[in-house]
């Protein structure tokens, strides 16, 4: 079965120290993997993809097709990540199955 | 260019009647793509359009339909509304179909059924 698994429902660190958002995946294929992010008050929004391999606003993620894992990590996390952070993969249709999302909270 | 939109952003329903939800997407997106967003099931694809055609469908019943016009804007339909209707949608437009190019979502519509 097709399944992403974020198995934080919320994780709070302090500003500067580490993010890793942990996410799972189950697919048979070659999978194509997202991370979007929702800040307060905003539209979910497109962070980052693997096939990009770009990092955006310091985060960056790692396809680790052994440990079927995808997560997002961030060195010195800034007060303006606290978001809802989802983790997505994209099925054989080219849909989006979601993860249950991380709520992320960077405290000061 | 204007960002993805949906009318109205708020409803109110009572079980039983029928909704009619509506998505603009940027232009000359061509691909909308619906989705329901629930606490307890979290986000969860409902179907997809691709110049006016149904390309995918998500695991919903009957009741749950849509429709694309020429002009690539959707709508969404929901009949015999049931109090587990009650949710976010939001629908997504992008340049080719699915999620080969980035999705941009709107702000979601807010769908309360007492």
């Known amino acids: ?108 | 260019k204007a960002g993805v939109t949906q009318t109205p952003r708020y409803l109110i329903k009572t079980r039983g009647q029928q909704v009619t939800l509506s998505c603009s997407p940027i232009s000359g997106h061509r691909s909308v793509s619906w989705y329901q967003q629930t606490p307890g099931q979290g986000l969860q694809f409902l179907f997809e359009y691709f110049s006016e055609t149904q390309r995918n469908k998500g695991n919903f019943p009957g009741r749950f339909s849509g429709r694309q016009f020429s002009n690539s804007r959707s709508e969404m339909n929901v009949s015999t509304l049931e109090l587990g209707d009650s949710a976010l949608y939001l629908c997504a437009s992008s340049f080719s179909s699915g999620a080969r190019d980035t999705q941009y979502f709107g702000p979601g519509t807010r769908l309360t059924v007492l």
Not at chain 1, 67 to 93: G, I
Request: charge should be positive; aromatic fraction near 12%; include cysteine.
């Open chain 1, 1 to 108: 079965a097709q399944r992403v698994t974020q198995p934080e429902k919320l994780l709070s660190v302090f500003k500067g120290a580490p993010v890793e958002l942990k996410c799972n995946y189950s697919y048979s294929g070659s999978p194509e993997l997202f991370w979007y992010v929702q800040y307060s008050r905003q539209r979910l929004q497109l962070l980052l993809r693997h096939i990009s391999r770009e990092s955006i606003k310091g985060f960056t993620a790692d396809l680790n097709k052994g440990e079927t894992s995808f997560h997002l990590k961030k060195p010195f996390a800034q007060e303006e990540d606290s978001a809802m952070y989802y983790c997505a993969l994209m099925d054989s249709n080219y849909q989006l199955i979601w993860g249950a999302g991380t709520k992320l909270i960077i405290k000061p």
